[in-house]
């Protein structure tokens, strides 16, 4: 187990290194990996003097995912709307560009993105960007908040596109999620259908 920092940026998350999905360098088998877990997109590297060296850690709890993310080169992403699932996106190390429909940003360890599932998306990450990823079906956060609203919603989820990670509920989030990759306490709950669904 590692220690929880007070801050991001601050701990390596080696908690998902059980969970390797893949450390490729070709990049047909790297699309096609990132793919099956997100959706298919278009992935290209930036760069001729670019190498890649791309590795992916997978847990799945119940309707979400921890991922954890890095492609060691410059890459370009087109996944066009991500249609069934939300992304929140919370660099470890280094930074990335991400446009979501007419916004964009520049994410960071202290600014995660959060990325609407009916936007367009277009993403550049650096060569150094690590990020821990949760994956979110789109259904299921759409019905918690139809339960908290009292009713259906008249309209798709709309999200603010950077998430501050610092303070307030940012920073509990990062906790939290921090928490559930370094702990075995997300492992034993994938295999708890009760509990995986608390967590979700």
């Given at each position: 187990m590692y220690p929880l920092?007070?801050?991001p940026g601050q701990t390596p998350v080696a908690g998902l290194a059980p969970y390797r999905l893949f450390h490729s360098k070709d990049l047909d088998e790297t699309r096609s990996n990132v793919g099956r877990i997100f959706k298919p997109h278009a992935l290209g590297v930036c760069g001729k003097r670019q190498r890649l060296d791309a590795r992916m850690d997978h847990l799945a709890i119940g309707g979400i995912s921890l991922n954890r993310l890095r492609y060691g080169a410059d890459v370009s992403i087109e996944p066009?709307?991500?249609?069934d699932f939300l992304l929140v996106q919370m660099p470890i190390a280094g930074s990335a560009s991400i446009q979501c429909g007419?916004?964009?940003i520049d994410s960071n360890p202290f600014t995660a993105s959060v990325v609407t599932p009916s936007l367009p998306l277009h993403m550049r990450w650096q060569g150094d960007c690590d990020q821990l990823i949760v994956r979110i079906e789109r259904r299921a956060l759409e019905?918690?908040?139809g339960v908290q609203l009292g009713h259906a919603l008249p309209k798709p989820l709309e999200?603010?596109?950077?998430m501050n990670l610092r303070d307030g509920d940012g920073l509990a989030w990062h906790n939290l999620v921090?928490?559930?990759a370094t702990s075995q306490f997300a492992d034993n709950a994938a295999h708890h259908p009760l509990i995986a669904a608390q967590i979700e």
């Open positions: 920092p007070n801050q066009e709307c991500l249609d007419a916004r964009s019905t918690a908040c999200f603010e596109l950077a921090l928490f559930l």
